[in-house]
């Protein structure tokens, strides 16, 4: 499994970093997207690369299938 941290900014500029174990990049992604609110901005990096950035649509209903354990290790 390989370390990963989520940064999450919101709206309200506010910023989440989340340091969490994933099996793969797209788990990690999937859980940035389950952790982010409609509108927020998701990073995804695995070490010094970012694997991911994009904004969190709307959600649908669906459960939460993220994969690993999180920890919020910073907000501003």
């Known amino acids: 499994m390989d370390n990963y941290?989520?940064?999450?900014a919101k709206r309200d500029?506010?910023?989440t970093v989340y340091r969490?174990?994933?099996i793969n990049d797209h788990a990690a992604i999937r859980r940035g997207h389950?952790?982010?609110?409609?509108g927020d901005q998701v990073e995804v990096w695995?070490?010094?690369q970012?694997?991911?950035?994009?904004?969190q649509s709307p959600v649908t209903a669906h459960g939460?299938?993220?994969v690993?354990?999180?920890s919020v290790t910073e907000q501003w």
């Open 20 to 22: 969490s174990e994933h």
């Open 46 to 48: 695995r070490g010094t």
């Open 34 to 38: 389950v952790l982010a609110e409609a």
């Open 68 to 70: 690993g354990t999180d």
């Open 64 to 66: 939460n299938f993220g």
């Open 5 to 8: 941290e989520i940064r999450i």
């Open 13 to 15: 500029q506010t910023i």
């Open 50 to 55: 970012c694997v991911y950035a994009g904004h």
